[in-house]
């Protein structure tokens, strides 16, 4: 696996927050879960900065490499973190660096790759 890609945003958390999930919308993908850290942390009296992960993505294309390696679900679907450090707005991925024998899993796994980035960049203002 490679390392966790982190880019901090031009907006603010919830500019940021906001625009993840309309380009998730937008994009036609499904959204699984939303998990909102800091509210869990609030709901047992702790406090912690804002913290929030999308997990998301698309089975069709998902499973096409999950066919070839079903341990792969460990790590989809896909998943952004927007989090709060210092006063700035954090963006956070992880692309897939997954091996296999198959064109068709690898060239999945290469889109997936490629669009997870392109949404990362683009809710922080990057395009």
């Not at 341990?71 to 896909?78: A, C, F, K």
């Not at 091996?99 to 997870?116: H, Q």
Request: aromatic share 8%.
């Amino acid at each position: 696996m490679e390392e966790y890609v982190d880019i901090v945003s031009r907006y603010t958390f919830d500019e940021t927050v906001s625009a993840l999930d309309r380009i998730i919308r937008d994009r036609n993908l499904i959204r699984f879960a939303v998990f909102d850290h800091r509210m869990n942390a609030e709901n047992i009296g702790l406090q912690m900065n804002n913290c929030i992960v999308f997990v998301f993505g698309n089975p069709a294309i998902g499973t096409i490499m999950m066919q070839r390696d079903p341990s792969l679900g460990i790590e989809l679907p896909s998943k952004i973190l927007i989090y709060e450090l210092d006063h700035k707005t954090h963006v956070r991925f992880r692309p897939l660096s997954w091996k296999f024998d198959d064109t068709a899993a690898t060239e999945a796994m290469n889109k997936l790759n490629s669009v997870v980035e392109a949404i990362a960049r683009e809710c922080a203002g990057m395009k």
